[in-house]
T-cell receptor, first 114, second 112 residues
Framework: DAGVTQSPTHLIKTRGQQVTLRCSPK?????VSWYQQALGQGPQFIFQ???????QRGNFPDRFSGHQFPNYSSELNVNALLLGDSALYLC?????????????FGPGTRLLVL | QKEVEQDPGPLSVPEGAIVSLNCTYS??????FMWYRQYSRKGPELLMY????GNKEDGRFTAQVDKSSKYISLFIRDSQPSDSATYLC????????????FGTGTRLKVLA
């Protein structure tokens, strides 16, 4: 059973560019959350997608947007990249309704903005 | 003040020691408490998940939640060098599947 997968693993961009990161959830999961983890910090919640809609959003600007597809996979898009966007971007998936369900994380995409 | 506080460490212990990792929080609405282990340059791996107050044990790991003190702990017995990693606490008010608030993580090094 494949866990959460993310692509690409690493990415280098320059300021002002746009980037798209991809996530496939764990089998049987229908909810995808995205987090940003700066070096030496804990993950910060960006947003969560369920039924192809953004259900919750953290304190991130509109430059951060996302999408969920009918197969539950998801994309995170970041426009007008800033140096401060350099971080590990984590995708987490979860199911619905089952007590004890929690979020399972992928390996992350490491983004470097120059 | 951050919603979740966690000592960043680093914490160095000899192999075989009992390790105690802690987080405090300010939001009394938190009901779901998780501990993740993160190796360098990897994604977080779920270790323990607890709901409300009490203890939960899984192998060498024990998680404790004291909601009256807004304090959670993770104990690792018989620590091994392979336990060397960053340990993240995470909390949620709504459910185990909603927005998580994480601590900054505690770096642990177990010396052989």
């Amino acid at each position: 059973d494949a866990g959460v997968t993310q692509s690409p693993t690493h990415l280098i961009k320059t300021r002002g560019q746009q980037v798209t990161l991809r996530c496939s959830p764990k089998s049987g999961h229908d909810t995808v959350s995205w987090y940003q983890q700066a070096l030496g910090q804990g993950p910060q919640f960006i947003f969560q997608y369920y039924e192809e809609e953004e259900r919750q959003r953290g304190n991130f600007p509109d430059r951060f947007s996302g999408h969920q597809f009918p197969n539950y996979s998801s994309e995170l898009n970041v426009n007008a990249l800033l140096l401060g966007d350099s971080a590990l971007y984590l995708c987490a998936s979860s199911g619905q309704g089952a007590w004890g369900e929690t979020q399972y994380f992928g390996p992350g995409t490491r983004l470097l903005v120059l | 003040q951050k919603e979740v506080e966690q000592d960043p460490g680093p914490l160095s212990v000899p192999e075989g020691a009992i390790v105690s990792l802690n987080c405090t929080y300010s939001n009394s609405a938190f009901q779901y408490f998780m501990w993740y282990r993160q190796y360098s340059r990897k994604g977080p791996e779920l270790l323990m998940y607890t709901y409300s107050s009490g203890n939960k044990e899984d192998g060498r790991f024990t998680a404790q939640v004291d909601k009256s003190s807004k304090y959670i702990s993770l104990f690792i017995r018989d620590s091994q060098p392979s336990d060397s990693a960053t340990y993240l606490c995470a909390m949620s008010a709504t459910s185990g599947t909603y927005k998580y608030i994480f601590g900054t993580g505690t770096r642990l090094k177990v010396l052989a």
